[in-house]
T-cell receptor, first 114, second 117 residues
Framework: ETGVTQTPRHLVMGMTNKKSLKCEQHLGHNAMYWYKQSAKKPLELMFVYNFKEQTENNSVPSRFSPECPNSSHLFLHLHTLQPEDSALYLC?????????????FGPGTRLLVL | AQKVTQAQTEISVVEKEDVTLDCVYETRDTTYYLFWYKQPPSGELVFLIRRNSFDEQNEISGRYSWNFQKSTSSFNFTITASQVVDSAVYFC??????????????FGSGTQLTVLP
């Protein structure tokens, strides 16, 4: 079941570009997450939104700017990124971030920063 | 603080062999949940199982089985009669329940499983 979709699936951008990643969940969940997956590193949680309110920001640089207009949509706005930001960016959703509920992931956006 | 260790970085087996993926966790909390996810080459993490700390019963789902042992803080995953389609990276993850905790998933570094035809 593909309840979480992400677009684009692949993105190449220069360091001066501005782009946005989009995530949409069709599961009726209230919490959404952004993760970064770099080669040879564990998944890193970036942001958590619960009922559209940001509840976690794990010391993410300001060149990453999340936006959650409603419980079904989550964006990650990117600007002036660095080559080390190249990674797979995964979105996930769960019933709530307060309770322990299973997170379901999207297919990710593979980002390459030149 | 919690930690998940998947000591096996890569495993290769021949189709139809059984394979066990190890997962060892660390936490001081008495209430916690353990998860396994599969990540095929397409990138999406696929949820496989969730187990809470009070339920030590082993679970079997088709060719998949999980062995949860609190005494050794392990939650190992066995694939019986492996198939090529099982080739993926498998992640073990932990989330704990404690007051003030952010309820964040802590992932292991993953095990790359390759099943050869």
């Amino acid at each position: 079941e593909t309840g979480v979709t992400q677009t684009p699936r692949h993105l190449v951008m220069g360091m001066t570009n501005k782009k946005s990643l989009k995530c949409e969940q069709h599961l009726g969940h209230n919490a959404m997450y952004w993760y970064k997956q770099s080669a040879k590193k564990p998944l890193e949680l970036m942001f958590v939104y619960n009922f559209k309110e940001q509840t976690e920001n794990n010391s993410v640089p300001s060149r990453f700017s999340p936006e959650c207009p409603n419980s079904s949509h989550l964006f990650l706005h990117l600007h002036t990124l660095q080559p080390e930001d190249s990674a797979l960016y995964l979105c996930a959703s769960s019933q709530s971030s307060g309770a322990v509920s299973t997170q379901y992931f999207g297919p990710g956006t593979r980002l390459l920063v030149l | 603080a919690q930690k998940v260790t998947q000591a096996q970085t890569e495993i290769s087996v021949v189709e139809k062999e059984d394979v066990t993926l190890d997962c060892v966790y660390e936490t001081r909390d008495t209430t916690y949940y353990l998860f396994w996810y599969k990540q095929p080459p397409s990138g999406e993490l696929v949820f496989l199982i969730r187990r809470n700390s009070f339920d030590e019963q082993n679970e079997i789902s088709g060719r998949y089985s999980w062995n949860f042992q609190k005494s050794t803080s392990s939650f190992n995953f066995t694939i019986t009669a492996s198939q090529v389609v099982d080739s993926a990276v498998y992640f073990c993850a932990l989330i704990t329940i404690s007051s003030g905790s952010a309820r964040q998933l802590t992932f292991g570094s993953g095990t790359q499983l390759t099943v050869l035809p």
